[in-house]
């Protein structure tokens, strides 16, 4: 079980994503510098969160042309697990894998917080035993979060029961209050149709020992390494 | 031969960061502002390249890396 953690220049979770895959999973896990074009034998992939190429044109929109991106794709396209952590999850979505676009966060501030996460679908790759309904704390750290599609896509994300995480209160209730980026719909994670690639702006890497305030996050990448046994 | 390509977010896409100037600028006394949509503008600098491809170009560059289609339009201005 070999989980492949993507880097970078600019990359600032890499290496808790690692940490939490490795010593806190017990997982085997390497690095994978965004110069490769290959994965080589990994069983997921996470693209970490950051500021890829320091976001100057837009968020992920530069890292998704490295050649690691093309390996990524050709991964996702084959069904193998990928979770986006905040800028991982922009450069999924730049790179076409995850839809949406993320604007501005609604206060044009920089939001460096906990936030509690409802669990809106338990058969992705970053999901699976996780129970609908659950709430998970856990911290965000971004400036562009705010979630967009227009409407009509986001009916069909709906139908298609493609929204994995929205923002809530600590009891899972829906509050504007709640959605501090103003993300369309609370949205703050999403999959592709094959659930297979799963991307979320909150940092469940952050959260994986109680050292750091919650180990919910603990259960999503959890969820990644069960996943890869299926694969 | 230089290339402008004028980024703007899509106008049924909320832009807070206009959105902070435009009541920036309310709160300095200047009234009659309807709106104010922030924007990215760039400069390419093409050699040796056909006008007609030139265009070509820019229009590609702009689609696919300047703006994301998602939130984003673009325009493409050509100069001599």
């Known amino acids: 079980m070999k989980i492949g953690v ?4 600019g990359s600032n979770s890499d290496h808790d994503a690692y940490h939490v895959a490795k010593h806190v999973l017990g997982q085997d896990a390497r690095f994978i510098w965004h110069k490769e074009g290959s994965l080589g034998d990994v069983d997921a992939v996470i693209v970490p969160g950051g500021f890829a190429y320091g976001d100057y044109l837009r968020t992920g929109a530069i890292a998704r042309f490295s050649p690691v991106m093309s390996a990524v794709a050709a991964f996702a396209k084959s069904g193998g697990p990928v979770l986006g952590i905040c800028n991982g999850f922009q450069i999924l979505q730049e790179a076409g894998l995850l839809p949406g676009a993320m604007l501005r966060n609604r206060s044009v501030k920089f939001l460096s917080q906990p936030v509690h996460i409802r669990v809106e679908r338990d058969d992705t790759c970053a999901t699976a035993g ?4 659950t709430v998970l704390t856990m911290p ?15 009916d069909r994300l709906e139908r ?5 995480f929205r923002y809530t209160t600590r009891d899972g209730a829906l509050d504007d209050a709640a959605n501090a980026n103003g993300s369309c719909r609370a949205i703050a994670g999403v999959c592709n149709e094959g659930r297979n690639v799963v991307g979320l702006m909150p940092h469940p890497e952050r959260a994986s020992e109680a050292e750091l305030g919650s180990a919910d996050g603990r259960r999503l990448i959890e969820a990644l390494t069960r996943s890869l046994v299926r694969a | ?40 503008f760039f400069e390419l600098e093409f050699e040796g390249v056909a006008e007609d491809a030139a265009r070509a170009a820019a229009d590609d560059i702009a689609r696919r890396v300047l703006a994301n289609p998602v939130i984003e339009s673009y325009r493409v201005e050509l100069l001599a």
Request: avoid cysteine; aromatic fraction near 8%; charged fraction near 25%.
């Open chain 1, 6 to 9: 993507v880097v970078f220049p």
């Open chain 1, 130 to 133: 996780v129970p609908v309904g």
């Open chain 1, 140 to 154: 965000i750290a971004h400036g562009e979060g705010n979630f967009y599609l227009p409407d009509e896509d986001l």
């Open chain 1, 160 to 164: 298609e029961g493609r929204v994995v």
């Open chain 2, 1 to 40: 031969m230089k290339a402008r390509v004028y980024v703007t977010l899509k106008k049924s896409v909320f832009d807070p960061q206009g959105k902070t100037i435009h009541d920036a600028l309310g709160s300095m006394g200047y009234e009659g502002v309807a709106d104010v949509r922030q924007g990215k």
